[in-house]
């Protein structure tokens, strides 16, 4: 079942347009990567999904209604979380009070706070032995660690997830990366933006951007056959 359909979208800052008509789709159930280098549009694109930014033409469908001029707070209810590039958490407050802000559209269904809390400490032990600790202290890694927790904690059904890798180690990057899986089989559909074409071997859908224009789709298979990085890449 296709959750996410990206039509003809045009999205610019002022008079200087970004993304030139992009189209693709994600199915429910997958793990897709964008990928493409700097200033590609990547973030332009994952942003105009969650309704931070407003597209001049075109359209993003989720499960299959049109999201229209939907406000980013009623995306997030309507199951559409952002990990933004760069963590963003809130440097003065615990791990745990991180993670409840981000159930907040969903403050008044304790059982499901409950629940996500419990799944993220499950998916990133280190939040867990860390709960009370000021998110400003911790490790590039943990915070983002508690980035991905946080988008998780409004139980979305679409993660998106903006350069979990970017400053990390390879190893920290991995044990992100990998964490996809999990959020996978537990039902949560996954587009995450990365420059990073280590990410490949956990996604089942590749999309590769260049200048605001995708100029790879894939899915499968194929992607471990032809030599992304270095036709695209430019590695
Ligand atoms: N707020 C803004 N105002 C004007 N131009 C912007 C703004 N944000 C991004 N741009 C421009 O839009 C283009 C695409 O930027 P975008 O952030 O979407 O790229 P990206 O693929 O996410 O890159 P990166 O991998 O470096 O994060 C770039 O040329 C950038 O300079
Ligand atoms: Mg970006």
Redesign the pocket.
Known sequence: MTLLKIESLVVG??A?P?LHGVDFEVQEGEVCVLL??????????VSTIAGLLRPRSGRVLFDGKDLGRKSPSARVSAGISLCP?GRRVFPRLTVRQNLRLGAWTRRRDSKTVKRQLDLAYDYFPRLAEREEQLAGTLSGGEQQMLAVGRALMSRPRLLLID?ASLGLSPTVAKTVWEVTSRIKADGTTVLM?E?NAGALPFADRALI?EKGTLVYTGVGDELRQVNLREAYLGA
């Open positions: 800052y002022d200087f970004v493409g280098l700097n200033g590609a549009g990547k973030t332009t694109t590039e350069e933006v420059q951007m």
